[in-house]
């Protein structure tokens, strides 16, 4: 037993208050004595000094004695014995949150009692004969008597080893709300270091967090950002130093969980946990959207925003990040990035800025809601005049590739929009042109469309889609996907977006088709490869038999793809294959999209091309090859 918390420690005290602490360690003390005792203490806080104030140990300590804990049956008669014990404890509880300088090496002998009448106190917290008052002073008073041996390694280790300690914290942390000022500036400052240093990504760890917070990963997730929130009302100019502490735990803590102790580069692109899931999945980004804009203009803004675009950055690249991007731009994202490459000190924020144009905000523009709500965006903020701001900044080449590649997908949007898409009839026999909407849809696997219900079921019967209807899915990427699905929209956009780059790039298609067909004469099937993860787009051709696409596409989806390649070998070069990549957080998704011809005409010429016979002397194309593009020009992605 630690000699702070030893009877004798008592004789610190004046004489009559040592009298008055004997009484209240009696063993059939009153609640009256010990209360006394406590009140004393806090009345003359300002004139004791610390080993004063640390003489009183041994009264609390005595007064926590473990074994005074009501058994359920005493807790059920609830006698003036019992309840003057409970309230001896809860005084005593108290009273240690007031002493803010004890020895460290006396948390060894003071932390078992304090955790078993806490965990007593909070389990039958409704079933005690007096209800415990103001509980979160309760849950507040626990944190900061737990905080003085944060930095006492042996009592830390103690504590932080407990079992369900890490609930008792989560608790403490739903109660933030209803901490008042002063007292929650200092938990906040604790509860930060507590929850950065408790080892989330264990295991055993996250269970005693979900369990505090409510019993679900949701329920975690949203203290988070409840936690997020907070901080970003703190807006005392003394806070600047701990608002960013308080963040950059938050963030640790996340990390934690996704089990990444990386830096912060690879951290954005290594595999999500369920918290970070959970954390798009409950607004996550709008609340870190709305922080960063609270801390602009705040003292030593910069310190508290750089590790909120990092969270930002890391969940809008998320798996369900690109759901929550038309939000974020419809709430000012775009002029929020700006005006934080404007602010003191914004040096420290360029880099990610750029990262957020880059990446976090191009990899969701090839979805229709993200890029339709990008073109307001960009008429709100004029982006001639934000290239002007920038002008010497060093953001200036990031903003202005992203302002080219934006304002390329709005136009291919706005293009879509303004035109009926066109469609063949997907029976190969067949060959009818026609808008979208003349056609029928398979109700089965819901990909191909069909003129008429006699070609749907030549399909089904000669073209083989009957073996095949229930395997798609994956590489069309419908709403019926369970693990990532586009809306008709969005796939809409996306066959717009590769029938542009398609013609825009048709020479650079076919003259890799060419050079395929020239070095691999048996390919019967081409995969021609539209890259649209991140800016620059970048093409590729590929045989659909032999390459590592080919392998990667088979173990995605199995027959799927088997059986595109089939229809496009049944189709004798009146069908070619395209395949769009797009990335949802750390996966790559693909979208296959048939190129159709009214003949295999183009298929023909190509096969027979020499690449020798492409560009003249003076590397301008053929008149055969000009014709050859001319064909390829005429064809409908389906």
């Known amino acids: 037993m630690h000699p702070a918390v030893q009877l004798r420690a008592l004789k610190g005290l004046p004489l ?22 406590r009140d004393y203490l806090v009345d003359h806080q300002r004139k004791l000094l610390e080993p004063q104030k640390n003489a009183f140990l041994p009264v609390f300590f005595h007064n926590l004695d473990p074994e005074m804990i009501p058994s359920s049956t005493a807790l059920e008669a609830a006698d003036w014995p019992t309840r003057h014990t409970i309230l001896r404890a809860l005084i005593s509880l108290d009273a240690l949150s007031n002493l ?43 944190i900061t008597f737990t905080s003085q041996f944060h930095f ?54 996250l269970e005693e967090f979900i369990e505090g917070a409510g019993g679900s990963i949701h329920a975690l997730a949203q203290l988070v950002l409840q936690y997020m929130r907070l901080v970003g009302q703190r807006e005392s100019p003394l806070l600047a130093d701990s608002r960013a502490a308080d963040i950059c735990a938050l963030v640790s803590f996340v990390r934690q969980v996704d089990q990444h102790h990386a830096d912060d580069e690879e951290w954005l692109y290594l595999p999500f946990s369920s918290l970070s899931t959970a954390l798009v999945l409950s607004h996550g980004i709008e609340m870190v959207h709305i922080t960063i804009t609270k801390l602009i203009g705040t003292v030593d803004a910069a310190m508290g925003i750089r590790p909120c675009l990092m969270f930002l950055l890391r969940m809008l690249i998320s798996p369900h990040g690109f759901r929550s991007l038309a939000q974020a731009l419809r709430k000012g994202l775009l002029q929020t990035l700006i005006t934080c490459a404007t602010i003191e000190s914004a040096d420290l924020l360029l ?110 019967v000669m073209g083989g889609h009957r073996a095949a209807c229930a395997s798609y899915g994956t590489l069309i990427l419908h709403e019926t996907s369970t693990d990532f699905s586009l809306g008709v929209r969005d796939r809409d956009f996306l066959r717009a977006l590769v029938h542009r780059e398609y013609k825009m790039h048709i020479d650079t298609v076919c003259a890799g088709q060419i050079k395929v067909l020239a070095s691999s004469p ?28 080919q392998r990667e596409l088979v173990k995605l989806s199995g027959d799927e793809y088997l059986d595109q390649v089939a229809r496009a070998q049944t189709s004798k070069g009146s069908m070619h294959l395209h395949v769009l990549r797009i990335i949802q957080g750390a996966k790559f ?19 027979s091309f020499s690449v020798d016979d492409m560009y003249d002397d003076e590397g301008r194309s053929t008149e055969a090859y000009s014709l050859l593009l001319d064909k390829a020009l005429t064809a409908i992605h389906s």
């Open 351 to 460: 880099h990610r800025i750029g990262l957020l144009f880059r990446v976090g905000i191009s990899m969701g523009l090839a979805f229709h809601d993200n890029v339709a709500e990008l073109e307001n965006s960009l008429l709100e903020i004029n982006p001639a005049a934000v290239s002007e701001s920038l002008e010497n900044s060093p953001l200036s080449g990031d903003w202005q590739a992203f302002s080219t590649f934006a304002q390329d997908r709005v136009s291919v949007l706005k293009s879509e929009e303004h035109k009926a898409p066109s469609r063949m009839c997907d029976n190969l026999q067949c060959g009818y042109i026609g808008t979208k909407a003349s056609f029928k849809r398979c109700s089965g696997c819901k990909s191909l469309y069909y003129c008429s219900s006699a070609c749907q079921k030549v399909d089904w």
């Open 152 to 205: 006492d390694p042996d009592t830390w280790a103690l504590i932080s080893s407990t079992p369900g300690f890490r609930t008792v914290i989560s608790g403490v942390w739903r109660v933030m709300p209803d901490i008042e000022e002063p007292l929650r500036e200092f938990v906040f400052g604790a509860l930060g270091r507590f929850i950065s240093d408790l080892e989330a990504g264990q295991s055993a760890s």
């Open 16 to 37: 009559s208050i040592r009298r008055l602490g004997l009484a209240a360690c009696e063993d059939h003390s009153t609640c009256r004595l010990v209360e006394r005792v």
């Open 100 to 142: 803010r300088r004890l020895p460290g090496s006396a948390g060894i002998s003071l932390w078992p009692r304090v955790w078993h009448w806490t965990l007593f106190i909070i389990t039958y917290r409704n079933n005690l004969p007096d209800p415990v008052p103001y509980w979160s002073i309760f849950n507040a008073n626990f």
């Open 522 to 549: 048996e390919s019967s099937v081409l995969l021609t490869f539209f890259d649209c993860g991140t800016p620059p787009l970048k093409i590729e051709v590929h045989s659909a038999h032999q390459s590592s696409l």
């Open 589 to 607: 998704r693909h979208l296959v999209i048939p190129l159709r011809f009214v003949d295999s005409e183009l298929w023909d010429a190509m096969s």
